[in-house]
Structure formats: structure tokens, C-alpha cells
């Protein structure tokens, strides 16, 4: 019976199907000539053709009701419903859309062909192809002119973002506006759910940011969400699984540890510390600390629609990721709700909510002490020795004194909550059809709460212990608004096109903290992990607020002619608090044009469908200050006097103010070209660009007698920064290939142009163990951050080579060199090795850095590529003091002992061992730790599927590796490294959290 009926059926849906299938042919011409090559699909399916020499195609058709989609590269894509048709002739027009494609400036939008300043674009759906929670880090090579510098792999990292080179010593980082509301100083984008954006646009010079006024001189990046259309209900759903990997570092095991330390000591004539028929045992501390895998995870639900009055989008998102540590993970919740209504005809509400959350277990910062550690220690005290201790003290203590790793991690409580709401609210009214008003008002709240015990334990007496457990919490409250005022006239007459705003702009920014600590906790258990659970007599609160405005007047005019002639100006004043009264107004103006040389009637290359030159001159400003940087500032303090030694209350002045203060300004030249071939398959953009700031704000060192540590904040000093900007792009449809394809090439070289008064150098990153010097220098007229030491030139390979390393007197340069040492460049031929022969060892930035990204389908297959390269920039390995020397008898890296100089290996680039270091291989800051830190990575890898469904439901399903090869003679673990802010920390490798290699499998619905 069920044999019956199922035949029966199947053979009533044959005939069903021989019913629907209907054939049909036709041509495909655009103005009157056949088109080969062109797409013709079943919409809905992956039923179809292309078109062959003659322009002509034929298909069956497999639906009820078919509709066909005629599509090619350069041409409007037509929608066809069949409706009983066997035959059809089909006209294709060309497609400017990409001309016409609006993109979002300041305080308003443009056409890209209307755009004279240099602004660069990425898509919401190249940004969603790593599973990452920092949009951030997806942006890396997608634009030109724009360097992504990694936080490092550590769950919650943000990367740093440098818009063209460096112009000021203060914060390098951009503006960043969220949908019309500029966000406060400092903001990163962890709190953005990456599927939540339809596009960025980048604003790169001055006469795209001028607008912006005093917050543009780094650059600004504008993120528009993604809003509701009209029609049916579409829900979305992502998720995604990944399982992060760290590369073990290779480092010496018990045996070889003890091999090297006995011959450092042997070197010197000491005993040899170690008999290496006893060591019998290896702990392998990365196994003992880190795990193979850390899981990330990633989901996202999204629902749009809408009607003719209103549309609306809605969101929400969760990510986690966790370290490759037993403790620490970030995860984040986000929601979204963006709302579009037509009030009337005339009048429209935006409203937009953004509720998140996050949650830090703070990662133990653990990589280098496991590097360090020496591999004779065990990881537990024995057993029976254990009687007395808490579980915080059962951990062995290390030979070197490098504080055991396994132990730090599990005595680690430190997590930090963060609830964050962001409002923005639109009204706009429709005057005439050319004339606007709108008023907008973005609220930002946020809280975070930061909790830390640090229990009681004692490994040994005053080398490794904490006495008393304590208890701290502390509150930072945000509160910012922005309230934008606009009126826009935008109408055009014949050939004449004018586009003028005009606004009020009001910011706010406040900001409090609450800190509370107390000791001595009553039990160590979790419940009891409170202030009111301790009993100890050291307490400690303190709380502070802050706050800050901007006002601001702003105006913009763009005037085009015939589509071919393009002007564009605009002006801000600006007025804020963080400066003096006298001084709180400051002016910021640009100008730019562009010609469309390719609309002209005397143009007339037909490869060439796209061709304009540009140009731009403007001035930004920058008010990154602290609020109270020009306020004299008292504060109490307390000293003891006379025998009696009696406590006195005092007042000091801890910050001079200075009334003179003002604005730090950057004015800025572009110049540029664009090009499209081929009918846009190639387009092609270059630009030159010069910046250069003025009254730098910097905090200089006050004179000796004036009896304060502190600094003052002056107006001194001059960046510039110049480079090139390239980018090619390919787009392209082959039949059923359809490739896209984006290289960019950027230089850029940031230099101090003049410094403070009788200061021409700014030196940072001190380091005790290299002799108690700066490792960083930023000198007048040279590239700004760049690493400072002794200068090297090989190493002594006889006594010979150290007698002739001497002055004219034949004193020796270097009197305590033995062979096997380095030999130090007397730089100015005294016969002395001093800090006068200190000079520059190496430069952090690159000569250039290039991304390239690809992505082809074919049919329902998909595929990207993703890369970055940074070319030609020195990385400061600080980890070889530690890793090639054992200095402090920390471990070393493993194959060290046959890799160091001796009599037997005299081609070694490692000087020899020694423990007390008389020549200062190790105890000076030289080129020995720098290091060609050049570097191509693939960063993301995709495959995916896509099977459509009834019902326009579509699957698709992936796989990807991120950060997968790295391409480096670096011997670090990691050559994309920065400690602190880009002009000190830019290049130096601490041993921080490497980048991990990823491996996500994920899922995409749409229906």
C-alpha cells in the first residue's frame, strides 16, 4: 500500500514538473550590439546561461510563475517576468550606479562622483568575514591610508587605527561617528556588533574632516547601520564556532637549561652550578599554563521590514571569546533597534536605540613569566609540606625567582562589568523639495564596575607573598550628549548643482569614578568577596569627576557644473572648554575640486570609462587635553619633621596651568587621481598627501627651580607626515564567476619638524636592566619613535680584533671585551664607549604596508582571501635579553647552546655566554634586539555554500582560518606587536599575547 501511494505521488510530481518547465531563448544587446557573456538566472535558483559570441542564450525555466535576472558587470541589472513569454530581447543599459552611489560625509551625503576629498569606503558585508569582535581588525588592508595596529590575541584586544601617519604626540586615534553622533575621545568599536553595519566611510584629509573642526586632525571614521526597507518581514540568523590556537614556543628543557647556565658560569671561572647526571625531571611550563585550544563564538539574530510610512531593523548579538589560560574570556551582548517614520509627507523620525553589555574575566597576563620560569622547578611544593598553607600557597618557588605562572593565574580575580545605552534621535523637516531643516540629539550612557580581591599567600618570606587580602571595587559612570542642528538647501538649475549646510553642534562629556579597598578578607571563598566582608583597618576611598564641552558653528558648500566641475568648501568654528577664555575659539576651514575629465566631449579613449583629478587644502584641530591642562592644580600632602618626628599638613602645587594655551592645529594638501577601465572592471586611485601641525600640545618638564615634579602643558613643536595612498580594484563576471579583487599600497613618513624649546630630542621607554636607558627616541628632524641605542658591528672573534678597537692613543674602546663579545661603535671616535655614542638603531614604521583582498563565486560556491603585508619596518625584540643570555637565570630559548658564539662556532650571530656580563652585551640597548620585522599574513581564509531554498530562504554554510600563515624572519613570536601608544610603543615586543590562529566553522539564514 505505502509502495502504491508512493509511486503515485511521484509520478504526479513529474508530471507537475513537466508541466511548469517552459523553454526560453533570446539575444542580450546594449545600444544596438550583442553582449556576450552575460548571466541569465531563474531568480530564486541556480537554474540559467550566459549569453554566447552572438549575444544569444536558451534555458529551460523549472517554475510556476519564473522571473529571470539578466545581469553583467557594467550594466543595470534587469528583473523579467516571464509571464508565458518564449522569446525575449533584452536592452542592458549602462550602469553609473557607482558614480551615483550615495556616501555618507559630515553632516550629510554626497554622490561618489561628487566627492573632491579623499574618502574611502568599506562595505558591512566585507567586515562580517572574520569572527572577531573588534570591527577593527577586519579593516586591516580594506583601505588605503588607513593602518590597523593589532591589540594583540588577548580576549577583548582593540586595535589601534592610524589614519595617515602621526601629527601630534598626544592620541593618534580618529573620530569615530555613529550614524550622524561623533562618539568621545578615545572610543574603540568593541562595543559595535560588526553584523549590525551596512558601510564605513573613512574621511583621510582635511577637507573631508575640516568639517569635525578640532576633533579631526587624526582622521574620521563614520559607521552607518543598517536600517529597514519597505516589504515583508526578513529575519537573519548567524552563528558561528571557532577554536583559536597558540604556536607552542620552542624553549630549552631541563638538560639544556642546566647545560647553559653551567657554562655561563664556567665562561666567568665560576663553578658550575648544576650536575647533569642528577636532572632527571622537565616541568614544560607552557603545557602546565596554557591550553591548546580557546573556543570563540559568535551569534546574531536580526528582523527588518516595513511599509511606505514606516520601517524598522532590530538586532541583537552575542560574542564570547576566551584565553588559552584556565582563566580570563570576553563576551558581549549587543541590541539594536533602528526606526524609520513618516510622520507626514514632510516630516521623518529616526529613532535609534543601542542597549550593550560586557563582561571581562580580565586575562592574567601570563606569556612572559611562562617564557622566563626555569624548567627545574615543579609546579607544587610537596604534599606533605603543604600543612598550614592556604590553596594560594601551595605553588613552588621558581630557582631565577620568576614568580611561578600556574600559581598567578589561579590567585587572578579580576573582572570588569559594562553596561552601555546609546540613544539618537532625528527629526527631520522637509521645508521645500530643496530645502530641509533637521535637529538630532544622541545620548550615551555607560557604567562599568570593576571588581579585584587578591587573596592572602605566602611562597616564601619577602620574595613571594602578599601578607594581607584585600578587596577593591571601584565605579566609573560616562554620561555624553550630542546635539547636531542642520538646514540643508540642495537643488539643481540647468547644468548647476548646489548642495549648502549650515548647523549649530553642542557636545558634552562627563565622566566619575568611586573607589573603595579594604584588607583582610573574612573567608577567601567567593560569597565573602566584598568590602563589607573584610575587617581590616587599611581602607581607602577616593572618587573624582570630570567634564568637558564643545559649541560649535559649521558650514559647507558644494557646487558642481554639467557633472564635470567640482567645488567644495567648508568652515567651523569651534569653542571649547578645555581651553583658557581667551583662547577657547578657534577657526577651521578647507577648500577642494575636482574635474571630471572623462565627461568632457573632447575625451575620447574607450578604455577609459572613468577619469578625475582632485585636489584639497583645509586645517583640523586638535583639543586632546586633559580638562584642567591650563588650571594651576593644589593638592594636600603630609611630611615629618624634628625629633619628635611630628606629622605636618601641607599644600604643594602639583600642576602649573598655563593661560596662553590654545588649539594644536594641522593643515593638510591632497592631491589625487581616479581611474575606471574596461567599464569600471578596474579602477585605479592615487594620492599624495602632506600634513603638517602647528603648536603641538605638549607637556614639557619645567625648570628645576620652580620646585615642581610636575609638567606644563605648552603649544611647541611641529609634526609632519606625507605619503602615498594607492589602491586597484578589479570587478569582474565570467560567466559564472563573478571576482572582485582590492590591492592597496600605502608610505607614509611622520617626522618632528621642531620640538620644545632647547629640547631636540623626546626619549621614552626606560628599561633598568639595559643600563637604565630609554629605548625610544623622537628626534628633531627625524622619523618620530624611533628605537635608540649603541650601534653594533659584529662580534670579537680574536683578542687581536679588541686591541685594534681602539683611539688614536691605543686606548681600548671596549677594555673588558673578551672573544665572543659584542663590538659597540665608537660613534664619535674618542676612544670611549659613553652615551655619546648613543644614535639610532632602527625605525618601527614600515616603508610600506599593503592589503590584498579577493573574493570569487561560482554558482552557490563562495571564497575570500584576505592579506596584509607591512614591509621594511624593525621590530625591538626586548625578549631576547632574557631568551638568548639567561640573564637573572631565567630559561632560554631551546638550542641556544650550540646556537651561541664559541671558538668552535665563530659564524654565530648570538654573543657568548656569560653570567656576569663585563663587555655589556646584554646590560646596553643596541641593534643586537632589533630586528627586520617585515611580515605578510594571511588573515582570513573562507569557503562557503549557499543553497537556496522556496520562498527566497537561503543557507549558507562556511569554513574559514584566520591569521593562518605568517610570512617573517622574525625570531619573536609575533612581529604585529605595540606596547602603549603608537609613537612610544609602536615595534616593541614585551612578549605580549601573540595573535592567535583561528579555525571557524558557521552558518548563515536568510528568510
Given at each position: 500500500m505505502?509502495?502504491?501511494?508512493?509511486?503515485?505521488?511521484?509520478?504526479?510530481?513529474?508530471?507537475?514538473?513537466?508541466?511548469?518547465?517552459?523553454?526560453?531563448?533570446?539575444?542580450?544587446?546594449?545600444?544596438?550590439?550583442?553582449?556576450?557573456?552575460?548571466?541569465?538566472?531563474?531568480?530564486?535558483?541556480?537554474?540559467?546561461?550566459?549569453?554566447?559570441?552572438?549575444?544569444?542564450?536558451?534555458?529551460?525555466?523549472?517554475?510556476?510563475?519564473?522571473?529571470?535576472?539578466?545581469?553583467?558587470?557594467?550594466?543595470?541589472?534587469?528583473?523579467?517576468?516571464?509571464?508565458?513569454?518564449?522569446?525575449?530581447?533584452i536592452?542592458?543599459?549602462?550602469?553609473?550606479?557607482?558614480?551615483?552611489?550615495?556616501?555618507?560625509?559630515?553632516?550629510g551625503t554626497?554622490?561618489?562622483?561628487?566627492?573632491?576629498?579623499?574618502?574611502?569606503?568599506?562595505?558591512?558585508?566585507?567586515?562580517?568575514?572574520?569572527?572577531?569582535?573588534?570591527?577593527?581588525?577586519?579593516?586591516?588592508g580594506?583601505?588605503?591610508?588607513?593602518q590597523?595596529?593589532?591589540?594583540?590575541?588577548?580576549?577583548?584586544?582593540?586595535?589601534?587605527?592610524?589614519?595617515?601617519?602621526?601629527?601630534?604626540?598626544?592620541?593618534?586615534?580618529?573620530?569615530?561617528?555613529?550614524?550622524?553622533?561623533?562618539?568621545?575621545?578615545?572610543?574603540?568599536?568593541?562595543?559595535?556588533?560588526?553584523s549590525?553595519?551596512?558601510?564605513i566611510?573613512?574621511?583621510?584629509?582635511?577637507?573631508?574632516?575640516?568639517?569635525?573642526g578640532?576633533?579631526?586632525?587624526?582622521?574620521?571614521?563614520?559607521?552607518n547601520?543598517?536600517r529597514?526597507?519597505?516589504?515583508?518581514?526578513?529575519?537573519s540568523f548567524s552563528?558561528?564556532?571557532?577554536?583559536?590556537?597558540?604556536?607552542?614556543?620552542?624553549?630549552?628543557?631541563a638538560?639544556?637549561?642546566a647545560?647553559?647556565?653551567?657554562?655561563?658560569?664556567?665562561?666567568?671561572?665560576?663553578?658550575?652550578?648544576?650536575?647533569?647526571?642528577?636532572?632527571?625531571?622537565?616541568?614544560?611550563?607552557?603545557?602546565?599554563?596554557?591550553?591548546?585550544?580557546?573556543?570563540?563564538?559568535?551569534?546574531?539574530?536580526?528582523?527588518?521590514?516595513?511599509?511606505?510610512?514606516?520601517?524598522?531593523?532590530?538586532?541583537?548579538?552575542?560574542?564570547?571569546?576566551?584565553?588559552?589560560?584556565?582563566k580570563?574570556?570576553?563576551e558581549?551582548?549587543?541590541?539594536?533597534?533602528n526606526?524609520?517614520?513618516?510622520?507626514?509627507?514632510k516630516?521623518?523620525?529616526?529613532?535609534?536605540?543601542?542597549?550593550?553589555?560586557?563582561?571581562?574575566?580580565?586575562?592574567?597576563?601570563?606569556f612572559?613569566?611562562?617564557?622566563?620560569?626555569?624548567?627545574?622547578?615543579?609546579v607544587?611544593?610537596?604534599?606533605?609540606?603543604?600543612?598550614?598553607?592556604?590553596?594560594?600557597?601551595?605553588?613552588?618557588?621558581?630557582?631565577n625567582?620568576?614568580?611561578?605562572?600556574v600559581?598567578?593565574?589561579?590567585?587572578?580575580?579580576?573582572?570588569?562589568?559594562?553596561f552601555?545605552?546609546?540613544?539618537n534621535t532625528?527629526l527631520e523637516?522637509?521645508?521645500?523639495?530643496?530645502?530641509?531643516?533637521?535637529?538630532?540629539?544622541?545620548?550615551?550612557?555607560?557604567?562599568?564596575?570593576?571588581?579585584?580581591?587578591?587573596p592572602?599567600?605566602?611562597?616564601?618570606?619577602?620574595?613571594?607573598?602578599?601578607?594581607?587580602?584585600?578587596?577593591?571595587?571601584?565605579?566609573?559612570?560616562?554620561?555624553?550628549?550630542?546635539?547636531?542642528?542642520?538646514?540643508?538647501?540642495?537643488?539643481?538649475?540647468?547644468?548647476?548643482?548646489?548642495?549648502?549646510?549650515?548647523?549649530?553642534?553642542?557636545?558634552?562629556?562627563?565622566?566619575?569614578?568611586?573607589?573603595?579597598?579594604?584588607?583582610?578578607?573574612?573567608?577567601?571563598?567567593?560569597?565573602?568577596?566584598?568590602?563589607?566582608?573584610?575587617?581590616?583597618?587599611?581602607?581607602?576611598?577616593?572618587?573624582?569627576?570630570d567634564?568637558?564641552?564643545?559649541?560649535?558653528?559649521?558650514?559647507?558648500?558644494?557646487?558642481?557644473?554639467?557633472?564635470?566641475?567640482?567645488?567644495?568648501?567648508?568652515?567651523?568654528?569651534?569653542g571649547?572648554?578645555?581651553f583658557?577664555?581667551?583662547?577657547?575659539?578657534?577657526?577651521?576651514?578647507?577648500?577642494?575640486?575636482?574635474?571630471?575629465?572623462?565627461?568632457?566631449?573632447?575625451f575620447?579613449v574607450?578604455?577609459?570609462?572613468?577619469?578625475?583629478?582632485?585636489?584639497?587644502?583645509?586645517?583640523?584641530?586638535?583639543?586632546?587635553?586633559?580638562?584642567?591642562?591650563?588650571?594651576?592644580l593644589?593638592?594636600?600632602?603630609?611630611?615629618?619633621?624634628?625629633?619628635?618626628?611630628?606629622?605636618?599638613?601641607?599644600?604643594?602645587?602639583t600642576?602649573?596651568?598655563?593661560s596662553?594655551?590654545q588649539?594644536?592645529?594641522?593643515?593638510?594638501?591632497?592631491?589625487?587621481?581616479?581611474?575606471?577601465?574596461?567599464?569600471?572592471?578596474?579602477?585605479?586611485?592615487v594620492?599624495?598627501?602632506?600634513?603638517?601641525s602647528?603648536?603641538?600640545l605638549?607637556?614639557?618638564?619645567?625648570?628645576?627651580?620652580?620646585?615642581?615634579?610636575?609638567?606644563?602643558?605648552?603649544?611647541?613643536?611641529?609634526?609632519?607626515?606625507?605619503?602615498?595612498?594607492i589602491?586597484?580594484?578589479?570587478?569582474?563576471?565570467?560567466?559564472?564567476?563573478?571576482i572582485?579583487?582590492?590591492?592597496?599600497?600605502?608610505?607614509?613618513?611622520?617626522?618632528?619638524?621642531?620640538?620644545?624649546p632647547?629640547?631636540?630630542?623626546?626619549?621614552?621607554?626606560?628599561?633598568e636592566v639595559?643600563?637604565?636607558?630609554?629605548?625610544?627616541?623622537?628626534?628633531?628632524?627625524?622619523?618620530?619613535?624611533?628605537?635608540?641605542?649603541?650601534?653594533?658591528?659584529?662580534?670579537?672573534?680574536?683578542?687581536?680584533?679588541?686591541?685594534?678597537?681602539?683611539?688614536?692613543?691605543?686606548?681600548?674602546?671596549?677594555?673588558?671585551?673578551?672573544?665572543?663579545?659584542?663590538?659597540f661603535?665608537?660613534?664619535?671616535?674618542?676612544?670611549?664607549l659613553?652615551?655619546?655614542?648613543?644614535?639610532?638603531?632602527g625605525?618601527?614604521?614600515?616603508?610600506?604596508?599593503?592589503?590584498?583582498?579577493?573574493?570569487?563565486?561560482?554558482?552557490?560556491?563562495?571564497?575570500?582571501?584576505?592579506?596584509?603585508?607591512?614591509?621594511?619596518?624593525?621590530?625591538?625584540?626586548?625578549?631576547?635579553?632574557?631568551?638568548?643570555?639567561?640573564?637573572?637565570?631565567?630559561?632560554?630559548?631551546?638550542?641556544?647552546f650550540?646556537?651561541?658564539?664559541?671558538e668552535?662556532?665563530?659564524?654565530a650571530?648570538?654573543?657568548?655566554?656569560?653570567?656576569?656580563?663585563?663587555?655589556?652585551?646584554?646590560?646596553?640597548?643596541?641593534?643586537?634586539f632589533?630586528?627586520?620585522?617585515?611580515y605578510?599574513?594571511?588573515?582570513?581564509?573562507?569557503?562557503?555554500?549557499?543553497?537556496?531554498s522556496?520562498?527566497?530562504?537561503?543557507?549558507?554554510?562556511y569554513?574559514?582560518?584566520?591569521?593562518?600563515?605568517?610570512?617573517?624572519?622574525?625570531?619573536?613570536?609575533?612581529?604585529?606587536?605595540?606596547?602603549?601608544?603608537?609613537?612610544?610603543?609602536?615595534?616593541?615586543?614585551?612578549?605580549?599575547?601573540?595573535?592567535?590562529?583561528?579555525?571557524?566553522?558557521?552558518?548563515?539564514?536568510?528568510?
Open positions: 505505502i509502495r502504491n501511494t508512493l509511486l503515485t505521488a511521484f509520478t504526479f510530481m513529474l508530471a507537475l514538473t513537466a508541466w511548469a518547465q517552459q523553454q526560453v531563448s533570446g539575444t542580450v544587446s546594449a545600444e544596438g550590439e550583442s553582449l556576450p557573456g552575460v548571466t541569465i538566472l531563474e531568480e530564486g535558483t541556480t537554474n540559467g546561461t550566459i549569453t554566447d559570441m552572438d549575444g544569444k542564450f536558451k534555458f529551460t525555466l523549472q517554475g510556476e510563475n519564473p522571473v529571470v535576472v539578466v545581469s553583467m558587470v557594467g550594466f543595470k541589472t534587469e528583473r523579467i517576468a516571464i509571464a508565458g513569454q518564449s522569446s525575449l530581447n536592452s542592458l543599459t549602462e550602469d553609473v550606479h557607482d558614480l551615483e552611489e550615495v556616501v555618507v560625509i559630515g553632516y554626497a554622490t561618489k562622483k561628487e566627492i573632491t576629498s579623499s574618502i574611502s569606503t568599506v562595505k558591512g558585508e566585507d567586515l562580517t568575514k572574520m569572527t572577531v569582535g573588534n570591527v577593527s581588525e577586519t579593516m586591516q580594506l583601505a588605503s591610508g588607513v590597523v595596529i593589532s591589540g594583540g590575541g588577548g580576549p577583548g584586544a582593540s586595535p589601534q587605527i592610524l589614519i595617515r601617519g602621526i601629527v601630534t604626540n598626544r592620541d593618534t586615534s580618529p573620530l569615530i561617528v555613529v550614524d550622524g553622533v561623533a562618539l568621545p575621545q578615545g572610543s574603540n568599536l568593541n562595543f559595535l556588533n560588526p549590525d553595519i551596512d558601510n566611510q573613512i574621511l583621510k584629509d582635511a577637507s573631508a574632516t575640516s568639517i569635525y578640532t576633533r579631526a586632525s587624526n582622521g574620521v571614521i563614520i559607521i547601520t543598517k529597514g526597507k519597505s516589504g515583508e518581514p526578513e529575519f552563528a558561528s564556532y571557532g577554536l583559536k590556537g597558540l604556536e607552542k614556543p620552542q624553549v630549552a628543557d638538560q639544556e637549561y647545560r647553559v647556565m653551567n657554562a655561563r658560569a664556567v665562561s666567568d671561572g665560576l663553578p658550575e652550578p648544576y650536575d647533569l647526571s642528577t636532572i632527571n625531571e622537565s616541568t614544560d611550563w607552557w603545557e602546565e599554563v596554557y591550553k591548546d585550544n580557546a573556543s570563540v563564538e559568535n551569534y546574531n539574530l536580526q528582523l527588518s521590514g516595513g511599509s511606505s510610512k514606516l520601517n524598522y531593523l532590530s538586532s541583537i548579538g552575542y560574542h564570547k571569546s576566551k584565553s588559552h589560560l584556565e580570563g574570556y570576553w558581549r551582548i549587543t541590541g539594536r533597534v526606526i524609520d517614520y513618516s510622520i507626514t509627507d516630516l521623518f523620525l529616526q529613532q535609534d536605540f543601542n542597549p550593550r553589555y560586557e563582561h571581562w574575566e580580565n586575562t592574567p597576563n601570563q612572559w613569566s611562562t617564557l622566563r620560569i626555569d624548567p627545574l622547578t615543579p607544587y611544593i610537596p604534599v606533605d609540606e603543604r600543612d598550614g598553607r592556604n590553596e594560594f600557597s601551595i605553588y613552588a618557588r621558581s630557582n625567582y620568576v614568580w611561578n605562572p600559581g598567578s593565574v589561579n590567585r587572578s580575580f579580576n573582572e570588569t562589568r559594562f552601555g545605552f546609546f540613544s532625528n523637516y522637509d521645508i521645500t523639495d530643496f530645502l530641509s531643516v533637521s535637529s538630532r540629539i544622541g545620548l550615551n550612557f555607560g557604567q562599568t564596575r570593576n571588581e579585584v580581591f587578591n592572602q599567600f605566602v611562597i616564601e618570606p619577602n620574595l613571594e607573598e602578599n601578607q594581607q587580602s584585600s578587596v577593591a571595587t571601584q565605579f566609573n559612570h560616562t554620561f555624553s550628549y550630542v546635539w547636531n542642528n542642520l538646514a540643508t538647501f540642495n537643488k539643481s538649475f540647468g547644468d548647476h548643482k548646489l548642495n549648502a549646510t549650515v548647523g549649530y553642534t553642542a557636545e558634552y562629556y562627563q565622566e566619575n569614578y568611586l573607589r573603595g579597598s579594604r584588607t583582610d578578607i573574612i573567608l577567601n571563598d567567593e560569597k565573602f568577596r566584598y568590602l563589607d566582608a573584610t575587617t581590616g583597618e587599611s581602607i581607602q576611598a577616593n572618587g573624582n569627576e567634564a568637558n564641552s564643545l559649541m560649535s558653528y559649521l558650514g559647507r558648500v558644494m557646487y558642481n557644473y554639467d557633472q564635470k566641475y567640482f567645488v567644495s568648501a567648508s568652515y567651523r568654528r569651534d571649547s572648554s578645555r583658557p577664555t581667551a583662547n577657547q575659539w578657534a577657526n577651521f576651514f578647507s577648500t577642494s575640486a575636482a574635474w571630471d575629465i572623462s565627461s568632457e566631449s573632447f575620447n574607450p578604455f577609459v570609462s572613468n577619469l578625475k583629478l582632485k585636489a584639497g587644502f583645509g586645517q583640523v584641530g586638535n583639543q586632546n587635553i586633559p580638562s584642567s591642562a591650563f588650571l594651576f593644589v593638592e594636600d600632602g603630609s611630611y615629618v619633621f624634628g625629633e619628635n618626628e611630628d606629622r605636618v599638613i601641607t599644600n604643594q602645587i600642576q602649573f596651568g598655563n596662553n594655551l588649539w594644536e592645529t594641522v593643515q593638510d594638501v591632497n592631491v589625487g587621481i581616479e581611474a575606471g577601465l574596461f567599464k569600471d572592471q578596474v579602477t585605479v586611485s594620492e599624495r598627501y602632506v600634513k603638517e602647528k603648536d603641538l605638549f607637556a614639557t618638564t619645567l625648570p628645576l627651580y620652580t620646585g615642581s615634579p610636575s609638567n606644563i602643558m605648552q603649544n611647541v613643536g611641529s609634526f609632519e607626515s606625507k605619503g602615498w595612498d589602491s586597484v580594484g578589479y570587478n569582474n563576471q565570467i560567466g559564472d564567476w563573478q572582485n579583487a582590492l590591492a592597496t599600497v600605502n608610505t607614509n613618513e611622520s617626522r618632528a619638524k621642531a620640538l620644545a632647547g629640547n631636540d630630542q623626546l626619549l621614552a621607554q626606560k628599561q639595559l643600563g637604565n636607558s630609554f629605548l625610544k627616541i623622537t628626534q628633531l628632524g627625524e622619523v618620530v619613535g624611533l628605537f635608540y641605542g649603541y650601534e653594533t658591528d659584529g662580534i670579537f672573534q680574536n683578542q687581536t680584533e679588541i686591541n685594534s678597537h681602539s683611539s688614536d692613543n691605543g686606548d681600548l674602546v671596549q677594555p673588558s671585551a673578551q672573544p665572543g663579545d659584542l663590538k661603535v665608537d660613534q664619535n671616535n674618542d676612544g670611549q659613553n652615551e655619546d655614542d648613543l644614535t639610532i638603531i625605525n618601527p614604521f614600515p616603508d610600506f604596508y599593503a592589503g590584498l583582498n579577493v573574493s570569487a563565486a561560482y554558482k552557490n560556491i563562495d571564497f575570500t582571501m584576505q592579506w596584509y603585508a607591512s614591509i621594511g619596518n624593525d621590530v625591538y625584540n626586548y625578549m631576547k635579553y632574557f631568551q638568548t643570555s639567561g640573564a637573572g637565570s631565567t630559561n632560554v630559548r631551546k638550542g641556544l650550540n646556537d651561541v658564539w664559541s668552535s662556532n665563530l659564524d650571530s648570538i654573543p657568548r655566554l656569560t653570567e656576569n656580563d663585563p663587555n655589556g652585551n646584554f646590560k646596553r640597548s643596541s641593534d643586537y632589533v630586528e627586520d620585522g617585515s605578510a599574513r594571511l588573515k582570513n581564509l573562507q569557503v562557503g555554500y549557499t543553497i537556496n522556496v520562498k527566497n530562504t537561503k543557507m549558507r554554510v569554513v574559514s582560518g584566520q591569521n593562518l600563515w605568517t610570512i617573517t624572519k622574525y625570531s619573536g613570536f609575533d612581529p604585529e606587536v605595540t606596547s602603549g601608544g603608537i609613537i612610544n610603543g609602536y615595534g616593541m615586543d614585551y612578549g605580549g599575547y601573540p595573535m592567535n590562529r583561528t579555525f571557524v566553522l558557521g552558518l548563515d539564514l536568510n528568510f
